[in-house]
């Protein structure tokens, strides 16, 4: 039982819970968000008594006469600043990190509200942001403590027309955690869902025996695929997706659902969980692509292996390259990578009347009523689906995970049902980027001009379709790169496996193929012995050339133009590396595309309706900027309602940049309607009157036998330059130069550069999804995302150019910033060390995490040794308790180990103070203090392991024992004086 305060009211708990749980659980304050429960990324940081702390680590029992402060507690005024400061400074993306990166702004103004930006990032470093690329949430506190200095409220932005830099619709609900996710609603008679998974990537589920797990007390129901009432297959262009693996078929990966606990709280439906027995036949797996190509492989679908196969071409790239001056060829290999968004997959839902309506964050709401309906053998209409706010996307959640079975469970008990994935889940489940193998081959001629590119890419699907085919056929459309030739062949192939399946992930296989042709062109460059500027320059694409595809380009063709921005930092720079993207706005290649807006006159103002999700782009912010261009309306009079199914016209999926361009240019032509349909009458005359338009961006097939096929109707170019510190041989700082034709929101579009270009960075040197048997081995806090204060400066660079007839000229940007990052970054380190590197992340950089060789130093008799199983909380009580004063005394909180010699000279007892546990630690637990100590934060430290992993000496890894100096006389003082039993006294 514990008593203490929550936003200056008592509380008492005589049950020893969670703090995140019970805030969000019993008090029901949802701006604490649970985005791991894990310690690691800091969505649910909250103040204790004014010091940042993650809910998720603390037990209420330790929190006797304490006082807790949220986001909710905090003053009317501080409310107001700190949703100007993020709103002004552009900090607002997604959304689900915003809270508790206010929390810890809030813990660091009030000790000083004029810090430092090194300050700023220092207070946040425990907290991931997956979207913004953290500069402008910096710049957004440091503005929040000059206004809490001053005491007084700027005004801000009123012209909501485009090119204005506005706040964004959603900052305030986003700020103040007022705005409902899934996993914020609560209602009356709520049931909760979880899913029974499959033990082994690869078996034939003979029997589920649910006896036991429906007598546990507060089970609802148990369901298996019998029970489903439609089609149990879903897919997003594939129905190759098993709800739940039906007795006597095969499950395909780890994730496969068996069956669904229905239970009256969370935590009895996962004890329930591990009360369902499985019999399974355990059949070999298939780990890898070349695995699954061979002729006697076991099959993951009954259809064969081999999802698709792309073959593009164009002229007749062997015989350019055969008579090409320089021929160069590679092989570059890119690795899975997870999305990491900061809200894990959760969804509501409701029963109706007759049918479901389904709360969702998800990046289609129209697409999750598709796969769901069918699911349970209802119509369309009867399944409404709304977007709540979506806590980031990149891809990642295009497919439904939770949205089809909170639905089915809903259904069939009528209840409310909220179902919500684990971290580890969420890990484990939606799909990821593709791993692909690429050979390339490029000829040039001695000018360097581009006579011709060969190519073959594998990748690896996964266990499901999902995006794979879209992907795999936007790889290998854009492994051409964004120049001028006409001679190119490229082969695709992605393979069925049982690893987790891959999908969409920002920059769509584009990421991966522009490592390979960006890398090759730079080492072509030298081999013509021209910059790598200069090879760009002389092949870029310009307005009225032809692409290797065959399309002609139009007049807002930039990619000269994001080259000549960052000419003078190319030529100032040491060392430094380029590369650059092009990137599709909008589905393309015949597909049907179509955006989609009505415009609805209510209570004197215009209601934007629109059902493309908004998973933090900013596409209501636009839309609003686009109709209040259209009519002259003040943005006060225009609103936008969230994507929903029932109230709003379907404009596609949130994918392919699409929405700026295609949702946009349907909101021009129906405010265009509206004007015409005014006739000089206010808005209060029009009331009820609605204004409806559509725009297919009509491309061409694949392949179409035309002359000039239209691929796409818009692209977007980017160049991208990283430089290298010559000394220390870290990353000083990328410029992001990207043509956008018409800035709607240059705000938003700096956050857009400035986030992608983070997440490829991670992407490119150290980010891991490691898998073994099928199996992922990583945790969030073991993801490698980068920290705010381990960045180097980020440059964005907009590049304005007209010509797109559709939009206002507006062209999308969500994906191509993340594309050209990672062989920018590659061929920095090449100019830095000569080494060239074809796979990610990159090795041999001061950022890869290398697991350390076990030691070799002789052990004496008599020595100290540390307890693997135990951890240092830094209490200090064996520096007081050791008579001979080996210890090093330090003020600190925290401490690591360090003993002196008589002359006071730092001799290793245990810990050599190489900081390599630093440098892994994801929490950013362990920090050098002001005496040259590496200090450990026990409230920080979730005890992960990795830096237990990292320790040179292997103090606290396999090996238990570690040398001690002759000074030491291992008395053991020490070691009886330690609460945590971390040292230990050894004589063999």
Not at 249 to 266: C, E, K, N, P, Y
Not at 372 to 384: D, I, N, Y
Not at 761 to 772: D, F, H, V
Not at 923 to 941: H, T, W
């Amino acid at each position: 039982m514990a008593t203490f305060f929550v936003n200056g009211q008592r509380v008492t708990t005589d049950k020893n819970k969670n703090l995140l749980s019970f805030l969000r659980d019993n008090l029901h304050i949802t701006s604490a968000k649970d985005g791991c429960s894990q310690g690691a990324c800091g969505t649910c940081t909250i103040l204790i008594d004014g010091v940042a702390t993650r809910a998720c680590t603390v037990k209420t029992n330790a929190l006797e006469g304490r006082s807790i402060l949220t986001v909710e507690g905090l003053s009317d005024f501080e409310k107001d600043v700190y949703t100007y400061a993020f709103g002004e400074a552009g900090a607002v993306q997604c959304g689900f990190c915003i809270p508790g990166m206010v929390m810890c702004a809030k813990g660091l103004l009030d000790v000083t509200c004029d810090p430092t930006e090194e300050e700023v990032r220092h207070a946040i470093r425990n907290n991931i942001c997956r979207c913004t690329g953290y500069v402008k949430i910096v710049a957004a506190i440091l503005l929040a403590g000059k206004i809490l200095c001053e005491g007084e409220l700027p005004r801000s932005e009123s012209d909501w027309k485009l090119g204005a830099r506005v706040h964004r619709i959603d900052v305030r609900e986003k700020v103040t955690g007022t705005g409902l996710y899934p996993d914020d609603v609560y209602m009356d008679n709520m049931i909760h869902g979880v899913a029974v998974r499959s033990k082994y990537p690869r078996a034939r589920v003979l029997s589920i025996d649910t006896t036991a797990a429906k007598a546990l007390d507060g089970v609802i129901d148990v369901f298996t695929a019998a029970d489903i009432p439609g089609k149990n297959k879903v897919g997003h262009l594939v129905k190759d997706w098993d709800t739940m693996i039906p007795v006597g078929s095969i499950t395909h990966f780890l994730g496969d659902a068996i069956a669904l606990v229905a239970a009256q709280t969370r935590e009895i439906a996962l004890q329930a969980r591990d009360l369902v027995k499985v019999d399974y036949e355990v059949l070999p797996m298939v780990r890898d692509p070349y695995e699954a190509m061979k002729e006697d492989a076991p099959l993951v679908h009954s259809g064969g292996n081999l999802l698709t196969h792309k073959h593009v071409s164009r002229g007749d790239a062997s015989a350019a390259i055969a008579q090409s001056r320089y021929v160069l060829s590679g092989t570059f290999h890119t690795p899975w990578t997870e999305h990491a968004f900061l809200e894990p997959e959760c969804a509501v839902a409701i029963p109706t009347d007759d049918g479901v309506k389904i709360l969702s964050t998800d990046q289609g709401v129209f697409d999750t009523q598709h796969e769901t309906a069918p699911m349970l053998g209802l119509s369309m209409e009867q399944v409404k689906v709304q977007n709540c706010l979506v806590g980031g996307g990149f891809g990642g959640k295009e497919d439904v995970t939770v949205q089809h079975m909170s639905a089915l469970i809903a259904y069939l008990t009528k209840r409310p049902c909220k179902m919500k994935l684990s971290r580890d889940e969420s890990i484990l489940f939606h799909p990821k980027r593709h791993p692909m193998d690429m050979d390339f081959t490029l000829g040039c001629d001695e000018n360097g001009i581009i006579q011709g590119v060969k190519a073959k890419v594998i990748a690896d699907t996964g266990a499901y379709a999902s995006l794979g085919g879209p992907v795999l056929e936007r790889a290998c459309t854009h492994a051409s790169g964004p120049y001028n030739y006409q001679n190119f062949e490229i082969d695709g192939y992605a393979y069925y496996t049982n690893n987790p399946p891959a999908g969409a992930f920002r920059g769509f296989g584009v990421t991966q193929t522009c490592f390979a042709i960006e890398s090759l062109l730079n080492q072509m460059a030298d081999k013509v012995g021209i910059s790598t500027w200069e090879i760009r320059y002389r092949n870029a694409i310009r307005p009225g050339q032809e692409l290797p595809n065959g399309q002609i380009v139009d007049e807002s063709t930039g990619l000269v133009e994001t080259l000549e921005a960052i000419k003078a930092e190319y030529d100032s720079s040491e060392v430094k590396g380029i590369a650059c993207a092009m990137k599709n706005a909008g589905v393309g290649v015949g597909i049907p595309d179509t955006g989609r807006v009505r415009l609805e006159i209510k209570d004197g103002g215009i209601i934007v309706h629109c059902g493309g999700s908004c998973i933090g782009q900013g596409v209501g912010t636009v839309l609003k900027q686009m109709v209040c261009q259209i009519t002259g309306f003040d943005g006060s009079k225009v609103s936008v309602e969230p994507a929903n199914t029932f109230n709003a016209p379907d404009s596609g999926t949130t994918s392919g940049s699409r929405h700026t361009v295609i949702s946009g240019e349907a909101a021009r032509r129906a405010s265009v309607l509206l004007n015409e349909g005014r006739n000089g009458r206010t808005l209060e005359q029009m009331e009820g009157e609605e204004y409806y338009a559509e725009y297919l961006a009509k491309t061409d097939k694949l392949g179409a036998d035309v002359p000039h096929p239209v691929s796409h109707v818009a692209y977007g170019y980017a160049t991208q330059m990283c430089v290298i510190d010559p000394f220390s041989g870290k990353i000083q700082k990328i410029v992001a130069a990207h043509d956008v034709g018409n800035a709607v929101n240059p705000i938003s579009v700096e956050g857009q550069i400035e986030g992608g270009v983070v997440m490829s960075m991670g992407y490119a040197l150290r980010e891991r999804y490691p898998l073994k048997d099928c199996k992922p081995l990583a945790k969030y806090g073991s993801l490698g995302l980068f920290r705010s204060d381990e960045l180097p400066i980020v440059q964005s660079i907009i590049v304005e150019k007209a010509g797109l007839p559709v939009a206002c000229g507006a062209i999308g940007i969500g994906e191509i910033t993340s594309i050209p990052t990672a062989p920018a970054i590659a061929d920095a380190f090449y100019r830095y060390d000569h080494k060239f590197r074809t796979s990610l992340p990159l090795c041999d950089t001061p950022y890869e995490y290398k697991k350390p060789e076990p030691p070799t130093t002789n052990v004496p008799t008599k020595k100290l040794t540390i307890n693997k199983n135990a951890r240092c909380i830094g209490c200090l009580e064996c520096v007081r308790a050791c008579a001979n004063m080996f210890f090093k005394r330090d003020d600190a909180e925290y401490a690591c180990l360090n003993v002196v010699d008589k002359k006071g000279k730092p001799t290793p007892v245990v810990c050599i103070q190489c900081g390599k546990c630093a440098q892994v630690c994801p929490q950013g637990a362990i920090s050098k203090n002001d005496k040259g100590v590496y200090i450990i934060s026990k409230k920080l430290c979730t005890n992960c392991g990795l830096c237990r992993d990292a320790c040179p000496l292997h103090v606290m890894v396999a090996s238990p024992i570690a040398p001690v100096t002759s000074k030491c006389i291992s008395c053991g003082v020490c070691a009886k004086a330690c609460p945590m039993d971390v040292i230990l006294v050894c004589n063999p």
